[in-house]
């Protein structure tokens, strides 16, 4: 199977706390050909270890159009911001989080994951001989 390269880049974000308040952090979004249906979002925050959240690559491009996902993880475009600004929820036991992040930042490493390995051909990026045991141990 052909090796290729890791997708990686920076984006800073604003936590938003309320209306009118909300603190920059720093997102860091990895995407790995060998597992390419998926995003890791590494946020990293005061604590001894960033929190890592699993985005489907689908849902992160589909909500820089319109309103994708449900339950834990919810993305959408900021209205009346244009391009500049799209809105991810992340929610778990421990709380929820509100996260304005920058289209631009997103579209650009989307561009980058597709030119890698486009929409509709993910399937052909997985190491089946790899991935069958597992599948059936989980039965």
Partial sequence: MES????????????????TYSLSTCMSLRYEPTDPYVVRAVFFTDTDEPAEWVLGRDLLADGLRSSAGSGDIRIWPAVG??????????????????????????????????????????????DWNLELPNLLAKG
Wanted: hydrophobic residues 45%.
């Fill in 81 to 126: 911001r244009g391009d500049q600004a799209m809105y991810i929820v992340l929610g778990s036991p421990a709380g929820t989080a509100l996260l304005e992040v920058p289209v631009q930042d997103v579209r650009t490493f989307l561009d980058n994951t597709e030119a890698l390995v486009p929409r509709g051909t993910e399937s052909g990026h997985i």
């Fill in 4 to 19: 290729l390269k890791t997708v990686m880049q920076g984006v800073a974000v604003q936590l938003v706390i309320s209306r």
